[in-house]
């Protein structure tokens, strides 16, 4: 699967919108960009994923842009309740290959 | 949406002895399950792919004889950690997939291990 680069730690002030990049340059035509986040303590928790379009849903937005090579989180409305790391993981989408955790993104959101 | 029940969520155990952390796919038949392991502020790492009613495929460097995992029924897998030592102290966390096109694999909340 394909590596992924994010950056280390965001911060975010509440009712703003959050968006969290992530580079995967070395993305190969099947793989798809799933995004994950885990509340401290807590077990992940999924988000999102696309291939190619761009994707909502009542968490976030997903973009990705046209050569695939990136793609940014978009939490709208960020609250307290969205701090977290946020994962950006790339894999392929047959069979019951595992997700690979990077390290993630520490999003904090201030009040 | 599916859930997937972890337990216990913590467990406080003496060196020497065995601890098992039981993962269960609630409303689905869970085919796959991955167990992964989580030392403080750092990510999370596989240890072991196991398919229901076959062995675990374990990562390079997971000691196979000392984290037992057992995928008996598509509901239910098991992780044993065996003779435990404070060195195992760790959040392990399981994850869940019958993978038919569904759109994420799905985890359990965790299980604190702490070795004393």
């Known amino acids: 699967d394909a590596k992924t680069t994010q950056p280390t730690s965001m911060d975010c002030a509440e009712g703003r919108a959050a968006n969290l990049p992530c580079n995967h340059s070395?993305?190969?035509?099947?793989?798809?960009v799933y995004w994950y986040r885990q509340i401290h303590s807590q077990g992940p928790q999924y988000i999102i994923h696309?291939?190619?379009n761009n994707e909502t849903n009542e968490m976030a937005s997903l973009i990705i842009t046209e050569d695939r090579k990136s793609s940014t989180l978009i939490l709208p409305h960020a609250t307290l309740r969205d701090t977290a790391v946020y994962y950006c993981?790339?894999?392929?989408?047959?069979?019951?290959?595992?997700?690979?955790f990077g390290k993630g993104t520490r999003l904090s959101v201030i009040a | 949406g599916a859930v997937v029940s972890q337990h216990p969520s913590w467990v406080i155990c003496k060196s020497g002895t065995s601890v098992k952390i039981e993962c269960r796919s609630l409303?689905?038949?869970?085919?796959?399950m991955f167990w992964y392991r989580q030392f403080p502020k750092q990510s999370l790492m596989l240890m072991a792919t196991?398919?229901?009613?076959?062995?675990?495929?374990?990562e390079q460097g997971v000691e196979k004889d000392k984290f037992l995992i057992n995928h008996a029924s598509l509901t239910l897998s098991t992780l044993t950690v065996t003779s435990a030592h404070p060195e195992d102290s760790s959040f392990y966390i399981c994850?869940?997939?019958?993978?038919?096109?569904?759109?994420?694999?799905?985890f359990g909340s965790g299980t604190r291990l702490t070795v004393v």
């Open positions: 993981i790339v894999r392929g989408n047959s069979g019951n290959t595992p997700l690979v």
């Open positions: 196991s398919n229901e009613g076959s062995k675990a495929t374990y």
């Open positions: 696309g291939l190619k």
């Open positions: 994850s869940a997939s019958d993978y038919r096109g569904r759109t994420g694999y799905t």
């Open positions: 070395t993305i190969s035509g099947n793989e798809y």
């Open positions: 409303d689905f038949q869970a085919t796959t």
